[in-house]
């Protein structure tokens, strides 16, 4: 069986949330909605897009947020057409990469992306190829559900023992722990290090390269 290293991506391969905000202000402003603050936008990061808007909007209807939903979509290609869209990797992603396939892993994504904007994600940063397995809201249900990791798993003839999750968010540490995999939180991005940890991470990150510190203790060890 192989090894297998499955990265959420914005919030722990890249850091797009400001871009993510600004397509969602457009949307609210767009439908008369007041904005919500960045601080509480970026607590829904990670969840499908339908999910996401729910939760920022509970007391809406479901097809308020369906409309929502490809309000917001329409946004983000409009700031991606005009050259706005910013969705730098972070720093020490690229050695945690080159690291883990040195000793053997492969890798793969599991994000609430849809494929077309993960695949523009990861095209961008000469990176696409490095992945196995990509998993993404257009052919599973929303974090924390296990269905991403498992299809993963299943594309890389991995066993969830001898596989971990690296997220930023308490949905990607809940869907590893539904899984029956490691969940390693990334303190770089979006959720608070004790949230990762009282939704499953064994440990949680500072940077990339602790990732490889914490497999040897709580994988390898």
Not at 168 to 182: I, K, R
Request: proline fraction near 5%; charged fraction near 25%; charge should be negative.
């Amino acid at each position: 069986m192989n090894r297998l290293a499955i990265f959420d991506c914005d919030g722990t391969l890249v850091d797009s949330g400001a871009t993510i905000y600004a397509a969602l202000k457009l949307s609210f402003e767009k439908n008369g909605l007041e904005v919500p603050p960045p601080s509480v936008s970026r607590r829904v990061i990670g969840l499908s897009l339908t999910e996401a808007i729910a939760a920022l909007l509970p007391g809406e209807t479901l097809e308020r947020h369906v409309a929502l939903t490809e309000d917001y979509k329409r946004a983000f290609m409009g700031l991606r057409q005009v050259g706005q869209v910013e969705e730098p990797l972070f720093d020490g992603v690229l050695e945690l990469l080159d690291a883990l396939e040195h000793e053997g892993w492969l890798l793969a994504v599991a994000t609430g992306k849809s494929d077309r904007g993960l695949r523009h994600c990861l095209e961008r940063h000469d990176i696409h190829a490095r992945f196995v397995s990509l998993q993404t809201a257009d052919r599973h249900p929303s974090k924390p559900h296990p269905s991403m990791v498992e299809q993963a798993l299943a594309d890389a003839n991995a066993a969830p023992a001898d596989s971990i999750v690296v997220g930023d968010t308490s949905f990607d540490m809940a869907m590893a722990v539904n899984a029956g995999a490691t969940g390693i939180g990334a303190a770089w991005g979006y959720h608070e290090a004790e949230e990762l940890l009282q939704a499953g991470a064994v440990a949680v990150a500072d940077q990339p390269l602790d990732v490889l510190k914490m497999i040897r203790e709580h994988v390898d060890g």
